[in-house]
């Protein structure tokens, strides 16, 4: 099982969920939302293998948190993985975009400075505008879109500049999810939860949870379920540092 966008240091009680993920082998992006957060994180997750940790800035906590950028990208060195990163431009919080933009760029520039990175990046609201960066720095690393939900040409163009896309549960119950997803290269998919924001039955998602999408993603693709987990297993494998 693969969880390639999970915020497990945000779960009430991190060292149960770490647990459940040891005991079922579960491969877990653990995603941060401030630098801050990289530390500890790595630290609750050891040595474990099967679970990385990204180095991330929100883009909804950019408004407050834009001074961070500089301990970002002070720390990129360490880390193979970044996220979350991105823009959002839903109206909660557009009026920080232009900052936001600022620090997406920055953590770009820091990143291809770097030798690039294997990125977890959201762009709800603004999926133009990120593609837009990303083209822009292309060295920074393998984009990753994360729960994508811009327009049909969007996913066109993110598809054509060869992005990677990561799916999951929450996203595939609404039918604008399914119709993306179903356009997406399988070769380029992966799973995610988004847990512990994204739920289930009113309770956080588990990051074993991930591979549940696979009934709905099969169904609207045509594939058996056991053939997109060898295939998304297959993805993993084919990006550095993952296994
Ligand atoms: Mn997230």
Same mark, same amino acid.
């Given at each position: 099982?693969?969880?390639?966008?999970?915020?497990?240091?945000?779960?009430?009680?991190?060292?149960? $969920?770490?647990?459940? $993920?040891?005991?079922?082998?579960?491969?877990?992006?653990?995603?941060?939302? +401030?630098?801050?957060?990289?530390?500890?994180?790595?630290?609750?997750?050891?040595?474990? *293998?099967? $679970?990385?940790?990204?180095?991330?800035?929100?883009?909804?906590?950019?408004?407050?948190?834009?001074? @961070?950028?500089?301990?970002?990208?002070?720390?990129?060195?360490?880390?193979?993985? $970044?996220?979350?990163? =991105?823009?959002?431009?839903?109206?909660?919080? *557009?009026?920080?975009?232009?900052?936001?933009?600022?620090?997406?760029?920055?953590?770009?520039?820091?990143?291809?400075?770097? =030798? =690039?990175?294997?990125?977890?990046?959201?762009?709800?609201?603004?999926?133009?505008?990120?593609?837009? +960066?990303?083209?822009?720095?292309?060295?920074?690393?393998?984009?990753?879109?994360? !729960?994508?939900? =811009?327009?049909?040409?969007?996913?066109?163009?993110?598809?054509?500049?060869?992005? !990677?896309?990561?799916?999951?549960?929450?996203?595939?119950?609404?039918?604008?999810?399914?119709?993306?997803?179903?356009?997406?290269?399988?070769?380029?998919?992966?799973? @995610?939860?988004?847990?512990?924001?994204?739920?289930?039955?009113?309770?956080?998602?588990?990051?074993?949870?991930?591979?549940?999408?696979?009934?709905?993603?099969?169904?609207? +693709?045509? +594939?058996?379920?056991?053939?997109?987990?060898?295939?998304?297993?297959?993805?993993?494998?084919?990006?550095?540092?993952?296994?």
């Amino acid at each position: 099982m693969i969880d390639f966008h999970c915020h497990i240091d945000l779960y009430s009680d991190p060292a149960s $969920v770490l647990r459940g $993920v040891d005991a079922r082998g579960t491969y877990v992006l653990a995603v941060t939302t +401030t630098p801050k957060a990289w530390r500890g994180t790595t630290k609750l997750i050891g040595a474990r *293998r099967r $679970v990385r940790v990204a180095l991330g800035l929100h883009p909804e906590l950019v408004a407050q948190r834009y001074g @961070e950028v500089a301990l970002l990208c002070g720390l990129l060195p360490e880390a193979r993985f $970044v996220g979350e990163i =991105g823009l959002d431009g839903s109206s909660a919080h *557009r009026d920080s975009l232009d900052l936001q933009h600022n620090v997406f760029e920055r953590i770009l520039a820091a990143s291809a400075k770097h =030798g =690039g990175r294997i990125m977890s990046i959201h762009s709800r609201g603004a999926a133009t505008l990120v593609l837009d +960066t990303l083209e822009k720095h292309w060295g920074a690393g393998v984009p990753i879109l994360h !729960w994508f939900s =811009g327009s049909h040409q969007e996913l066109e163009r993110a598809i054509a500049m060869g992005c !990677w896309f990561s799916i999951g549960p929450a996203m595939l119950k609404s039918r604008k999810g399914r119709e993306l997803a179903s356009r997406m290269p399988l070769k380029r998919v992966l799973t @995610e939860t988004d847990a512990p924001f994204a739920r289930t039955n009113s309770r956080p998602l588990m990051p074993w949870q991930a591979y549940d999408c696979l009934t709905e993603l099969g169904a609207i +693709t045509g +594939t058996e379920p056991d053939e997109l987990k060898s295939q998304i297993l297959d993805n993993l494998r084919s990006l550095p540092h993952t296994i």
